[in-house]
């Protein structure tokens, strides 16, 4: 049994400075654009009037069940920006939001601006409802909002509302459900306890997860239960990621964190048997989960299918957050090499170049025939959408981006009284107790990384990344052959010290399981971290009969109307004789082939795309 790593922390986004490069520049990006666009997509369609509980019969942008949360994530990222640079205008807007909460809470705490406003009889009645998710944003954003500007009104009513939430779910038990729908207060209420050090909020977080599974108190009309909600087993008897793919993850995430806080062995196996099953086989290449468009959720072990691939924006974040959680337990790169893949391929493709639109699905191959094509009677394959929009009506995905990206250097580091794990590389300069860490590199389009350390004495863990597979490492120029564990290369460092860790990033084919049936015979083209497609707009030729070697003359350039770099070389595609349907072996012409990264397909208005590859 792996242990659970006594005395290791996350070190959290605050004590993290971005100074240039990739993330850096997402992060301008959406501070200087998708903030204010976010905003107004959602005050136009009513979301932020919401709060006001002025809406009546006959108006329109009548207040939908789960629109709370979208606000509070804004609200968040929002708060995760004032904690580095202080802005009167976004602080304005979260003022008027908590004044509105203040005003229109009932007398014992509970706000909702659906149920509250709308069907207050109906409070804490409907399981499937997201009353308890709604709330656990809510809390989050709160907390966040507490630590960027030391006003604590908006955590003092979200404290109100959990206490009553405690009293109705945990002390009194009068609700007719014992755990939440959709799973997300867990998490926020493991955030309070970190706040408040008060364990009754720790006690109804373990109380949530622990009733999942568990025999229902009565059948009352239009409750869900079962595997869509991971209400199938209890949580330490399940095996397999089943069911919706953003509740499971959440689910999953917070069993990491109370194994975290408890100790308890049990959960963390849990946790681990959970996630080796998730990438060992039902993640798409990418870090994408959540394969069918049926209820969200996850399909069976290899079934991976890409035309019809859900793969929601939330569920791929979903899966990035479990894995940094895990990397807090459990010092494995596998966990950090997950979060890496899901980062900066199927969560960064759910937002556009421009940081104006999102994907809610996020498409693992695009056929435009298949939406054209005429199925009369037959069942219509879903194929989502491949045009990015600015706000859905469904819009979790567009203020989950921001606010994960916001506080994107959460994932770099985790530390114990003796050492720093560096899971991801960021240009950053990190202050964590008396040690100070800078990072100076080009990742993910080069592989070097320049780390300067100062403070006292310790050892400094660097992860050797899943896809490198060559790397050197000097210390003040001098090359050492450090201790690998597990991943991580262990570097025993003193103040000044000066570490190069130069990693080699050449093209590299990466294969499929043999029971992944959409990818056999075919590679998917990477280069470190970064998945790379095909898009019909960039070549002229059937993308899944182009034809490609490893060991042919790959270039990296410069795509100037993309704005990021991509990949040219030489492939082959077959000569075909348009007259037969069937034919002899065809012979194989010389093409100009170019591919982009994954995260930035779906850029120049609709095209076909392909991620895996015939292999010459």
Known sequence: ???????????????????????????????????????????????????????????????????????????????????????????????????????????????????????????????????????????????????????????????????????????????????????????????????????????????????????????????????????????????????????????????????????????????????????????????????????????????????????????????????????????????????????????LSGMSLDGRAFFYSNMQENDRTVKTRSYNSRHTLFTPDDTRVEVFQCSCCPPNVIRTIASIADFQYTADEDTIWMHQYFASAAHIGDKTVTVETAYPYDGCVKILYHGSAGKLALRIPGWCREYSLSIGGKMVTPQVKRGYAYLSVTGGDEILFRMEMPVRFVEAHPLVWDDAGRVAVTRGPLVYCMEGCDNAYPLRDIRLSESSDWRMVMDEALGVPVLETDGCVRHWNDNYLYGDCAALEICRVKMIPYFAFANRGSSDMVIWVLKL
């Not at 509980?53 to 009548?62: A, D, K, L, S, V």
């Not at 929002?78 to 904690?83: G, I, L, S």
């Not at 079962?226 to 689910?251: F, M, N, S, W």
Request: net charge negative.
């Open 1 to 347: 049994m792996v242990q659970i790593y006594p005395g290791t922390h996350a070190v959290p986004y605050e004590n993290i400075d971005l100074t240039g490069g990739f993330w850096y520049e997402k992060q301008k990006l959406v501070r200087e654009v998708s903030m204010q666009n976010v905003y107004r997509r959602f005050a136009q369609t009513g979301r932020f009037d919401a709060f006001r509980y002025q809406w009546r019969e006959g108006m329109p942008n009548r207040p939908h069940i789960y629109w709370d949360s979208d606000v509070a994530k804004w609200m968040e990222a929002a708060a995760y920006y004032c904690k580095k640079q202080r802005d009167a205008e976004l602080e304005a807007i979260i003022d008027d939001i908590v004044e509105e909460i203040a005003k229109n809470r009932s007398e014992d705490g509970y706000f909702n601006s659906y149920f509250g406003h709308l069907e207050p009889e109906n409070r804490f009645t409907r399981r499937n409802d997201h009353e308890l998710y709604c709330a656990g944003h809510l809390l989050e954003a709160a907390i966040a909002y507490r630590d960027a500007t030391g006003k604590g009104k908006f955590l003092s009513l979200m404290i109100d509302y959990i206490d009553l939430i405690y009293r109705v779910f945990y002390v009194e038990k009068s609700a007719p459900f014992t755990s939440p729908g959709h799973e997300e207060i867990e998490l926020a209420l493991v955030k309070l306890y970190r706040a408040t050090g008060e364990r009754k909020y720790l006690d109804l977080a373990l109380y949530f997860v622990e009733q999942r599974g568990t025999p229902v108190k009565e059948d009352v009309p239009g409750m869900i239960h079962g595997i869509a909600i991971q209400d199938h087993l209890p949580i330490r008897e399940q095996k397999t990621a089943e069911g919706h793919a953003v509740r499971a993850c959440y689910l999953y995430s917070a069993v990491a964190d109370l194994a975290l806080e408890t100790g308890d062995e049990t959960l963390f196996d849990t946790a681990k048997t959970l996630f080796d099953n998730i990438v060992r086989r039902r993640m798409y290449v990418t870090g994408a989960i959540g394969q069918t468009c049926v209820g969200e959720m996850f399909m069976g072990d290899y079934d991976l299918p890409n035309q019809s691939a859900y793969a929601e924006t939330c569920a791929n974040l979903s899966l990035a957050l479990f894995a940094r959680r895990m990397s807090v337990l459990d010092p494995d790169a596998v966990y950090a090499d997950t979060a890496e893949r899901v980062l900066f391929n199927s969560f």
